[in-house]
């Protein structure tokens, strides 16, 4: 098995009167990229936000490199290498596209190197540089949420249906750039409706439903076998070609 790199076990998250996650232990091995499934309203994105912080866990543990980071603040949790890219995308519409990348970048400034590398999956944001971002369509903003996590490099990246909406030409350049940051060594954990996209990228997956994790294996297992998928998600991924 690989090493771990994030594991979370019998996480509770409350979110005013509701209990959203009911004791989620979910494995994230290092450097490669976990897909989180499941229904709408399973809690998959209170747990990418209880990772991140955003909402604090009422119980369990959260170890990101074997530390416990449960109740950390969000800031510090971004300060030890983790990013999140929410559906929202959360983007500075007010401020242009390098404004916006330039906030991101913990030192204080890009690396041109690694500027050309994020243009090459995203020709768009080199064009679009000093528009304000707000002015971009939904598929450039999506762009510019990715280029702000991976401006420098991360740890674990977390990212909440990246392709929502988006042409298949974006989606190719996400799936480049998805595939060449697990060659970094970079891990991502994914929350994602399109199935073909996660089946040629992932490689564990786990299958969330009423506020835990059902299911836990490999892609491989999950996308080779019709019967689980009817189970675990109601619908087999070939309904979704």
Do not use: C
């Not at 990418?48 to 949790?77: C, H, N, Y």
């Amino acid at each position: 098995m690989s090493e771990l790199l994030l594991e979370l076990s019998g996480v509770h998250t409350h979110i005013g009167q509701y209990h959203i996650l009911q004791g989620v232990d979910l494995a994230v091995p290092k450097g490669g990229l976990t897909v989180l499934l499941g229904r709408n309203g399973a809690g998959k994105t209170t747990t990418l936000r209880t990772i991140m912080g955003l909402w604090q866990a009422s119980a369990g543990s959260v170890r990101f490199e074997g530390r416990d980071i449960a109740a950390v603040k969000t800031p510090d949790i971004a300060q030890a290498g983790i990013a999140y890219v929410p559906e929202s995308m959360a983007i500075f519409s007010d401020l242009t596209v390098r404004e916006n990348l330039y906030l991101a970048a913990r030192q204080g400034e890009m690396d041109e190197k690694r500027l050309d590398w994020i243009f090459g999956f995203f020709p768009a944001l080199k064009k679009f540089w000093n528009y304000p971002a707000g002015n971009l369509s939904g598929g450039q903003k999506q762009m510019v949420a990715i280029a702000r996590a991976i401006v420098e490099p991360r740890k674990l990246i977390l990212i909440d249906e990246p392709t929502k909406g988006l042409a298949p030409a974006i989606i190719q350049g996400m799936i480049a750039a998805f595939k060449e940051l697990k060659a970094t060594d970079t891990t991502i954990l994914l929350v994602e409706q399109n199935f073909n996209f996660v089946r040629s990228l992932g490689d564990t997956v786990a299958v969330m439903d009423d506020g835990r994790v059902v299911h836990a294996g490999t892609m491989a297992e999950l996308s080779e076998d019709r019967d689980l998928q009817q189970k675990l998600l109601g619908l087999s991924m070939d309904a979704h070609q």
